[in-house]
């Protein structure tokens, strides 16, 4: 089981979250993410972040990155979006 959460934050606060599952063992970890960011985008009704070298390395690091204004193309009404791995297979 490969689990993702990801949280919307305002003002140090959080706004909604949300958990991705997913249960394919013929997916890549990076096919993971990827379908779990796209899913969760669909949830929160935002366009999908783009991916910038320092997300890239924080994630990682962490498992872990936050998305800024400088990852949308449109305006976002929020922070930042963070998303975390929580359980891999």
Known sequence: MFRMWMKIFKENRLLRDTVIALDDPEMSRTAKVFQAVAD????????????????????????????????????????FLEIQIIEED
């Open 40 to 79: 969760a985008s669909l949830i929160f009704d935002l366009s999908q972040p783009i991916w910038l070298d320092s997300n890239i390395r924080e994630f990682k690091r962490h498992n872990k990155t936050r998305f800024n204004q400088d990852n949308f193309v449109e305006e976002i009404s929020f922070d």
